[in-house]
């Protein structure tokens, strides 16, 4: 096969993140490209766990043998590993070392990809973003999932030393197009950075562990009472200390609140922590699984348990996966006014809409929900099929044909 031919269709698809929706995102993402006819050398912390996700979501073996290799990205711990050397030469080297492992991945698949795609653009890890395109001397893009710098310019006074390097960043003549999950401020972006941008669905894995061994002893500490999940990193973004507060409120104690996932203690006020840590050891109506969830089985499998999925986060202008899956598992969801995640749930009306941080106005809300469900959605009528099918694998591979197109 004529390799020039072949190099116009690969990309080389690099992730060092771990955790939260990343894996989802992943395994969606490189799914749908290998579905497109693209060869691709895919960079991960687990490429074991990949392989074997695309093997359960059906690609074939003789497209994995064909059309993939994947790699093991190293991680951003290096850098930190490595702190005691001079900066430039702390991020060359980790560009250098990643530049090797994604050379030899490209000599498996039999020619050097095209462009490189970064599944996740954050703005703090902009050095590391720069250092690998520098390296790589290709075309490149990314999803840019929290465009903090567009929606909290001000937040410090002026643009953050993170903001400024992507700035830099999105100048570099290499730069082909971005995607976001972030349909409310994407025109705002491409106008800043004269770049194309594109909006993509936030597309969720939908696998459920049938027999997860968390989601029975959530269901089976709520009993007859109705079950309010708050599930992930447990941050004070998260609203983790309000609905701790709530846990508290006697008018409470007809509720089972479950707290699910790791709690980032070191994030938090100490006030907040003091009412994280009543919650848990006085509060009745509250539930605290402190361990990190396994996978998005057992997540899906929790959220499936659940009657009202609590989401009212803290200054969260962005995107949630959360709200997929309401909408797939058809949960009523409760947020925060004033962002995207509000926006959306009034245009789908699928939940309540509350202000950040109001134990009163959040219990009123899942009050409203719980109290009558089956007349609540009577009135509401939840356009959850509508929600589910912006935001599907149809719609991803829509966006992306013409992605890659571009």
Same mark, same amino acid.
């Given at each position: ?157 002026? @643009? /953050? =030393?993170?903001?400024?390097? *992507?700035?830099?960043?999105?100048? %570099?003549?290499?730069? $082909?197009? +971005?995607?976001? #999950? ?53 941050? @004070? /973004? =998260?609203?983790?200390?309000? *609905?701790?507060?709530?846990?508290? %409120?006697?008018?409470? $104690?007809? +509720?089972?609140? #479950? ?70 598992? $058809? ?76």
């Amino acid at each position: 096969m004529d390799v020039q031919s072949k190099t116009a269709d690969s990309l080389a698809i690099l992730e060092w993140n771990e955790g939260g929706h990343h894996e989802t995102y992943l395994n969606i993402y490189v799914a749908s490209l290998l579905a497109s006819g693209r060869r691709l050398v895919v960079l991960c912390r687990d490429p074991e766990r990949l392989m074997d996700n695309l093997i359960e979501a059906g690609i074939s073996g003789m497209v994995l043998k064909e059309s993939l290799v994947v790699g093991r990205m190293p991680g951003l711990s290096w850098l930190d590993e490595h702190r005691q050397w001079p900066r430039f030469l702390r991020y060359w080297a980790y560009a250098s070392h990643v530049g090797r492992v994604l050379k030899d991945a490209e000599k498996r698949l039999g020619e050097r990809c095209h462009a490189i795609f970064f599944s996740c653009l954050y703005e703090h890890q902009t050095r590391a973003i720069k250092a690998l395109v520098d390296m790589a001397r290709r075309p490149w893009s990314g999803l840019y999932l929290q465009a903090r710098a567009f929606h909290f310019p001000s937040k410090t006074g002026g @643009p /953050s =030393k993170d903001s400024l390097r *992507l700035f830099r960043l999105f100048e %570099d003549s290499r730069l $082909e197009c +971005l995607l976001m #999950l972030d349909e409310g401020i994407s025109k705002q972006v491409a106008t800043a950075i004269g770049r194309p941008v594109m909006v993509v669905p936030d597309v969720t894995d939908t696998g459920i562990d049938a027999d997860s061994a968390l989601a029975g002893k959530a269901r089976a500490f709520a009993g007859s009472k109705p079950l309010v999940g708050l599930m992930g990193h447990l941050l @004070p /973004s =998260k609203g983790t200390a309000t *609905l701790a507060a709530m846990s508290m %409120d006697p008018a409470a $104690e007809d +509720l089972a609140l #479950l707290f699910a996932g790791e709690i980032y203690w070191d994030l938090f006020s100490a006030a907040d922590r003091q009412v994280l840590t009543l919650a848990m050891k006085q509060a009745p109506s509250a539930m605290f699984c402190g361990a990190r969830i396994p996978d998005e089985r057992n997540y899906n499998a929790l959220v499936q348990s659940c009657d009202v999925l609590f989401a009212a986060y803290h200054d969260f202008p962005y995107s949630s996966n959360t709200l997929t899956k309401a909408a797939v598992f $058809e949960k009523p969801i409760i947020v925060s006014a004033g962002h995207l995640m509000a926006s959306r749930v009034r245009e789908y009306r699928i939940g309540e809409i509350v202000p950040a941080g109001d134990v009163k106005a959040a219990l009123d809300a899942i009050r409203r929900i719980t109290h009558d469900p089956v007349g609540w959605r009577n009135a509401m009528q939840p356009r959850w099929n509508d929600y589910r099918q912006h935001h599907s694998i149809d719609a991803l591979k829509s966006v992306m044909k013409e992605f890659l197109s571009d």
